[in-house]
Protein backbone atom coordinates (compact mmCIF):
# COMPACT_ATOMS: atom_id res chain seq x y z
CA UNK A 1 0.00 0.00 0.00
CA UNK A 2 0.73 3.41 -0.70
CA UNK A 3 1.94 5.75 2.54
CA UNK A 4 3.98 9.55 2.61
CA UNK A 5 5.49 10.64 5.63
CA UNK A 6 6.72 14.54 5.45
CA UNK A 7 9.48 14.22 8.31
CA UNK A 8 8.70 17.53 9.56
CA UNK A 9 5.64 19.12 11.16
CA UNK A 10 7.15 22.59 11.12
CA UNK A 11 9.71 24.19 10.25
CA UNK A 12 10.74 27.75 11.28
CA UNK A 13 13.24 29.69 8.98
CA UNK A 14 14.79 33.48 8.63
CA UNK A 15 14.39 35.30 5.74
CA UNK A 16 16.53 34.99 2.46
CA UNK A 17 17.91 31.18 4.18
CA UNK A 18 18.08 28.41 2.21
CA UNK A 19 15.07 25.45 3.50
CA UNK A 20 14.15 21.60 2.62
CA UNK A 21 11.04 19.58 3.40
CA UNK A 22 11.63 16.17 3.40
CA UNK A 23 9.20 14.03 2.34
CA UNK A 24 9.64 10.03 1.74
CA UNK A 25 7.36 7.53 0.43
CA UNK A 26 6.69 3.73 0.08
CA UNK A 27 4.82 1.77 -3.00
CA UNK A 28 5.48 -1.31 -4.76
CA UNK A 29 4.88 0.17 -8.15
CA UNK A 30 6.07 3.34 -10.46
CA UNK A 31 4.93 6.49 -8.99
CA UNK A 32 3.85 10.27 -9.73
CA UNK A 33 5.09 12.75 -7.36
CA UNK A 34 3.61 16.23 -6.01
CA UNK A 35 3.97 19.31 -4.04
CA UNK A 36 1.12 21.45 -3.09
CA UNK A 37 1.55 24.44 -1.73
CA UNK A 38 -1.93 25.73 0.79
CA UNK A 39 -1.59 29.09 2.38
CA UNK A 40 -3.81 30.66 5.18
CA UNK A 41 -7.81 30.00 4.25
CA UNK A 42 -6.97 28.51 0.85
CA UNK A 43 -6.85 25.75 -1.38
CA UNK A 44 -3.86 23.31 -2.04
CA UNK A 45 -2.10 24.65 -5.25
CA UNK A 46 0.39 22.43 -7.08
CA UNK A 47 3.55 23.23 -6.95
CA UNK A 48 5.60 20.95 -8.87
CA UNK A 49 5.45 17.24 -10.04
CA UNK A 50 7.63 14.39 -10.98
CA UNK A 51 5.98 12.34 -13.50
CA UNK A 52 9.36 10.72 -15.41
CA UNK A 53 12.44 11.73 -16.74
CA UNK A 54 14.96 14.17 -15.01
CA UNK A 55 14.96 13.40 -10.89
CA UNK A 56 15.25 17.40 -10.64
CA UNK A 57 12.38 19.13 -10.78
CA UNK A 58 11.25 22.74 -11.05
CA UNK A 59 8.43 24.33 -10.10
CA UNK A 60 6.37 27.65 -9.45
CA UNK A 61 7.84 30.50 -6.82
CA UNK A 62 11.86 29.27 -7.02
CA UNK A 63 10.89 25.79 -5.80
CA UNK A 64 12.58 22.62 -6.82
CA UNK A 65 12.35 18.99 -5.68
CA UNK A 66 14.84 15.85 -6.34
CA UNK A 67 13.45 12.53 -6.80
CA UNK A 68 15.36 9.52 -5.13
CA UNK A 69 14.15 6.08 -6.09
CA UNK A 70 16.51 4.10 -3.95
CA UNK A 71 15.85 5.99 -1.24
CA UNK A 72 12.33 6.97 -1.81
CA UNK A 73 12.30 9.89 -1.28
CA UNK A 74 11.05 13.93 -3.12
CA UNK A 75 12.57 16.11 -1.41
CA UNK A 76 11.32 20.00 -1.59
CA UNK A 77 14.23 22.72 -1.35
CA UNK A 78 14.78 26.37 -2.15
CA UNK A 79 18.06 28.28 -2.09
CA UNK A 80 16.51 31.56 -0.38
CA UNK A 81 12.77 31.74 1.47
CA UNK A 82 11.30 34.91 1.63
CA UNK A 83 8.48 35.59 3.92
CA UNK A 84 5.93 35.06 1.37
CA UNK A 85 6.25 31.76 1.04
CA UNK A 86 5.00 31.14 5.16
CA UNK A 87 2.48 28.46 4.07
CA UNK A 88 1.23 24.62 4.75
CA UNK A 89 3.10 21.93 1.74
CA UNK A 90 2.31 18.88 1.27
CA UNK A 91 3.69 15.81 -0.05
CA UNK A 92 1.47 13.70 -2.32
CA UNK A 93 1.92 10.11 -4.39
CA UNK A 94 -0.04 8.27 -6.58
CA UNK A 95 0.44 5.04 -8.20
CA UNK A 96 1.00 5.39 -12.27
CA UNK A 97 -1.26 2.12 -12.93
CA UNK A 98 -3.52 -0.35 -11.51
CA UNK A 99 -6.55 0.10 -9.95
CA UNK A 100 -5.13 2.61 -7.38
CA UNK A 101 -4.06 4.77 -10.08
CA UNK A 102 -5.50 8.09 -9.77
CA UNK A 103 -5.53 7.90 -6.66
CA UNK A 104 -3.76 10.67 -4.67
CA UNK A 105 -2.25 10.28 -1.56
CA UNK A 106 -1.58 12.90 0.54
CA UNK A 107 1.44 13.76 3.81
CA UNK A 108 0.16 14.94 6.85
CA UNK A 109 2.25 18.42 5.85
CA UNK A 110 4.46 20.69 6.37
CA UNK A 111 4.03 24.13 8.16
CA UNK A 112 6.84 26.53 6.91
CA UNK A 113 7.49 29.52 8.81
CA UNK A 114 10.11 32.36 7.27
CA UNK A 115 10.80 34.91 9.57
CA UNK A 116 12.19 38.17 9.01
CA UNK B 1 -9.02 30.77 -9.96
CA UNK B 2 -7.91 27.36 -10.25
CA UNK B 3 -11.03 25.96 -12.77
CA UNK B 4 -12.26 24.60 -9.30
CA UNK B 5 -14.84 27.13 -7.74
CA UNK B 6 -16.53 26.53 -4.36
CA UNK B 7 -19.64 28.28 -3.15
CA UNK B 8 -19.72 29.65 -0.14
CA UNK B 9 -16.07 30.73 0.88
CA UNK B 10 -17.57 30.74 4.43
CA UNK B 11 -20.57 29.40 6.13
CA UNK B 12 -21.89 29.74 9.73
CA UNK B 13 -24.47 27.71 11.18
CA UNK B 14 -26.66 26.22 14.15
CA UNK B 15 -26.42 22.63 14.98
CA UNK B 16 -29.68 22.67 13.46
CA UNK B 17 -29.71 24.26 10.36
CA UNK B 18 -29.67 22.54 7.06
CA UNK B 19 -27.19 23.79 4.07
CA UNK B 20 -25.49 22.75 1.41
CA UNK B 21 -21.66 23.16 0.13
CA UNK B 22 -21.26 23.81 -4.17
CA UNK B 23 -18.45 22.82 -6.28
CA UNK B 24 -18.16 23.32 -9.58
CA UNK B 25 -15.47 22.44 -12.17
CA UNK B 26 -15.10 22.82 -16.12
CA UNK B 27 -11.89 20.86 -16.22
CA UNK B 28 -13.35 18.19 -18.21
CA UNK B 29 -12.35 16.10 -14.94
CA UNK B 30 -14.64 13.35 -14.18
CA UNK B 31 -13.28 12.37 -10.95
CA UNK B 32 -14.64 14.59 -7.84
CA UNK B 33 -13.61 14.41 -4.06
CA UNK B 34 -14.52 15.93 -0.93
CA UNK B 35 -11.36 16.73 1.64
CA UNK B 36 -11.98 17.61 5.36
CA UNK B 37 -9.30 19.79 7.01
CA UNK B 38 -9.28 20.45 10.29
CA UNK B 39 -6.48 22.86 12.32
CA UNK B 40 -3.50 21.13 13.02
CA UNK B 41 -4.93 17.44 11.46
CA UNK B 42 -4.20 15.93 8.60
CA UNK B 43 -6.53 16.17 5.22
CA UNK B 44 -9.12 13.45 5.87
CA UNK B 45 -11.00 12.45 2.66
CA UNK B 46 -14.72 12.41 2.82
CA UNK B 47 -16.05 11.04 -0.69
CA UNK B 48 -14.94 10.70 -3.67
CA UNK B 49 -17.21 10.11 -7.23
CA UNK B 50 -16.01 8.98 -10.30
CA UNK B 51 -18.12 9.81 -13.33
CA UNK B 52 -21.21 10.31 -10.89
CA UNK B 53 -20.64 7.23 -9.34
CA UNK B 54 -19.82 7.74 -5.54
CA UNK B 55 -16.54 5.10 -5.08
CA UNK B 56 -15.88 5.84 -1.55
CA UNK B 57 -17.32 6.77 1.51
CA UNK B 58 -14.46 6.69 4.63
CA UNK B 59 -16.90 6.31 7.05
CA UNK B 60 -18.15 9.71 7.14
CA UNK B 61 -21.15 10.52 9.44
CA UNK B 62 -24.41 10.33 7.82
CA UNK B 63 -25.01 14.04 8.68
CA UNK B 64 -22.86 14.71 5.70
CA UNK B 65 -24.58 13.63 2.27
CA UNK B 66 -22.64 14.19 -0.60
CA UNK B 67 -24.72 14.27 -4.25
CA UNK B 68 -23.09 14.81 -7.58
CA UNK B 69 -25.81 15.04 -10.09
CA UNK B 70 -23.37 15.49 -13.20
CA UNK B 71 -19.08 15.00 -13.40
CA UNK B 72 -19.04 18.93 -13.18
CA UNK B 73 -21.13 19.55 -10.01
CA UNK B 74 -21.16 18.20 -6.85
CA UNK B 75 -22.68 19.39 -3.30
CA UNK B 76 -22.29 18.11 0.24
CA UNK B 77 -25.80 18.77 2.18
CA UNK B 78 -25.32 19.07 5.83
CA UNK B 79 -27.70 18.57 8.63
CA UNK B 80 -27.58 18.28 12.51
CA UNK B 81 -23.79 19.05 12.37
CA UNK B 82 -21.78 19.23 15.79
CA UNK B 83 -19.04 21.52 16.65
CA UNK B 84 -16.26 19.28 16.15
CA UNK B 85 -17.18 19.59 12.01
CA UNK B 86 -16.08 23.31 12.30
CA UNK B 87 -13.56 22.73 9.39
CA UNK B 88 -12.17 23.94 5.81
CA UNK B 89 -13.93 21.69 3.56
CA UNK B 90 -12.45 20.89 0.02
CA UNK B 91 -13.33 19.89 -2.92
CA UNK B 92 -11.24 18.37 -5.47
CA UNK B 93 -11.44 17.04 -9.41
CA UNK B 94 -8.97 15.17 -11.57
CA UNK B 95 -9.06 12.99 -14.64
CA UNK B 96 -10.98 9.67 -13.86
CA UNK B 97 -9.86 7.21 -11.41
CA UNK B 98 -7.95 4.47 -13.25
CA UNK B 99 -6.58 6.95 -15.60
CA UNK B 100 -3.54 8.34 -15.89
CA UNK B 101 -3.08 10.87 -13.13
CA UNK B 102 -0.55 13.06 -14.91
CA UNK B 103 -1.87 16.75 -13.73
CA UNK B 104 -2.81 15.76 -10.04
CA UNK B 105 -5.82 17.03 -7.96
CA UNK B 106 -7.02 21.10 -9.21
CA UNK B 107 -8.38 22.07 -5.48
CA UNK B 108 -10.87 24.68 -4.71
CA UNK B 109 -10.01 27.51 -2.32
CA UNK B 110 -12.63 25.61 0.15
CA UNK B 111 -15.44 26.68 1.76
CA UNK B 112 -14.80 27.39 5.82
CA UNK B 113 -17.36 26.34 8.16
CA UNK B 114 -17.98 26.95 11.69
CA UNK B 115 -20.82 25.09 13.73
CA UNK B 116 -22.43 27.46 16.51
Known amino acids: AQSVTQLDSQVPVFEEAPVELRCNYS??????LFWYVQYPNQGLQLLLK??????LVKGINGFEAEFNKSQTSFHLRKPSVHISDTAEYFCAVSDKYGDQGGKLIFGQGTELSVKP | ETGVTQTPRHLVMGMTNKKSLKCEQHLGHNAMYWYKQSAKKPLELMFV???????ENNSVPSRFSPECPNSSHLFLHLHTLQPEDSALYLC???????????????FGSGTRLTVV
Open chain 1, 27 to 32: SSVSVY
Open chain 1, 50 to 55: YLSGST
Open chain 2, 92 to 106: ASSQARGADLNYGYT
Open chain 2, 49 to 55: YNFKEQT
